[in-house]
């Protein structure tokens, strides 16, 4: 685990990822996940019942 060397030295935006690469400069890369969250614009529709048919029982030889 490292240290913390210096504190808001850089300024840090939501979605983000922030890490120091082998050269020692820190770097910022796109987050695949987090950041926003995103606002559901469409309810789900509802979905119809069916009625399931019942099953045939086996005849016994």
């Keep these: 685990m490292g240290k ?3 504190k808001s030295v850089v300024t840090r935006k939501p979605g983000y990822l922030y ?10 890369a796109k987050m695949a996940r987090g950041g926003k969250k995103k606002k ?7 979905k119809k019942t069916t009625k399931k048919k019942a099953a045939k029982k086996k005849k016994k030889r």
Excluded: H, L, R
């Excluded at 890490?19 to 910022?28: L, R, S």
């Excluded at 559901?40 to 509802?46: P, V, Y």
């Design 4 to 6: 913390i060397v210096a």
């Design 19 to 28: 890490y120091v690469d082998a050269k020692g400069n820190v770097c910022e």
């Design 40 to 46: 559901s614009s469409k309810k789900k529709a509802a």
